[in-house]
T-cell receptor, first 117, second 110 residues
């Protein structure tokens, strides 16, 4: 059973039209991450939440925002998508301070592939 | 700066041949190191991590601190091993994101 669920699997938006990607988890993990992965490139961290604490990467564009209303859900908002934002967006979770040996293992969702027309 | 280098973008081997996927890292301290794998049409998933010292699906990886390497090895490749492999590191605490290498696509030829 999927433990990190991303919806939708495919999202098409228009240039400049705001879009929201969602991620939910059934693992009760403290930490949730959003990565951007472009074709033939490594996943690149955009930001992460440790509980309610938001941590933005220095080079994440202001166009990207995130919300985590509760432990289970995390959203990625792209305010004005450009053609360069077309990519696969991956959500991941990890235990954080819970547990010891497994706290750093990240569990990934299947991703949302975003197309910008 | 934290960095993970996977020098090979693509590695093709014949079934039954040994496999070694190279990974070098740059980190001041003692990171946690991981290999993640992505099979076709599946999600990215953990293959193994250095602190477990385990063998998963016949793969092993040894951390060499002197050479700052964490190469992934398997003595006899199988067709089902064909996938994208990512080496990654994180700080040894509970809330640190992964820094990924660019990945190596392994293709096992029958």
């Amino acid at each position: 059973d999927a433990m990190v669920i991303q919806n939708p699997r495919y999202q098409v938006t228009q240039f400049g039209k705001p879009v929201t990607l969602s991620c939910s988890q059934t693992l009760n993990h403290n930490v949730m991450y959003w990565y951007q992965q472009k074709s033939s490139q490594a996943p690149k961290l955009l930001f992460h939440y440790y509980d309610k604490d938001f941590n933005n990467e220095a080079d994440t564009p202001d166009n990207f925002q995130s919300r985590r209303p509760n432990t289970s859900f995390c959203f990625l908002d792209i305010r004005s998508p450009g053609l360069g934002d077309a990519a696969m967006y991956l959500c991941a979770t990890s235990r954080g301070r819970q547990g010891r040996s497994s706290k750093n293992i990240q569990y990934f969702g299947a991703g949302t592939r975003l197309s910008v027309l | 700066a934290q960095r993970v280098t996977q020098p090979e973008k693509l590695l093709s081997v014949f079934k039954g041949a040994p496999v070694e996927l190279k990974c070098n890292y740059s980190y001041s301290g003692s990171p946690e190191l991981f290999w993640y794998v992505q099979y076709s049409r599946q999600r990215l998933q953990l293959l193994l991590r250095h602190i477990s010292r385990e063998s998963i699906k016949g793969f092993t990886a040894d951390l060499n601190k002197g050479e700052t390497s964490f190469h992934l090895k398997k003595p006899f490749a199988q067709e089902e091993d064909s996938a994208m492999y990512y080496c990654a590191l994180s700080r040894p605490s509970g809330n640190t994101p992964l820094v990924f290498g660019k990945g190596t696509r392994l293709s096992v030829i029958a």
